[in-house]
Nanobody, 117 residues
Framework: QVQLVESGGGLVQPGASLRLSCTSS????????VGWYRQTPGKQRDVVAV???????HYANSVKGRFTISRDDAKNMLYLQMDSLQSEDTAVYYC???????????WGQGTQVTVSS
């Protein structure tokens, strides 16, 4: 079973930056899809950014131009650089992966990001 662990969340003021990290027990290169989702209380978990095995990257419109997803296959790490954070970005952020050739979705435990004055 693949295990994902997020880190890097915290409390910041509007306009600040954070970088989230996700460590995978499996090979990042073996995943068909890796990415980040976020969820607020009472709301559905929504995609933030995803990276496909062929290099395609998709960002939610709300974070386009502010967030950047990246990966380090050698270290089995996934990152989310978040700049110009806004109060609307407050949520629990989850790391996500799907193994190539498989049908199971893997999720991390989540890391809290709070943007407030």
């Amino acid at each position: 079973q693949v295990q994902l662990v997020e880190s890097g969340g915290g409390l910041v003021q509007p306009g600040a930056s954070l970088r989230l990290s996700c460590t995978s027990s499996g090979s990042i290169s073996g995943f068909a899809v890796v990415g980040w989702y976020r969820q607020t209380p009472g709301k559905q978990r929504d995609v933030v950014a995803v990276s496909m095995s062929r290099g395609q990257v998709h960002y939610a419109n709300s974070v386009k131009g502010r967030f950047t997803i990246s990966r380090d296959d050698a270290k089995n790490m996934l990152y989310l650089q978040m700049d110009s954070l806004q109060s609307e970005d407050t949520a629990v952020y989850y790391c996500y992966a799907k193994v190539t050739g498989g049908s199971t979705d893997y999720w991390g435990q989540g890391t809290q990001v709070t943007v407030s004055s």
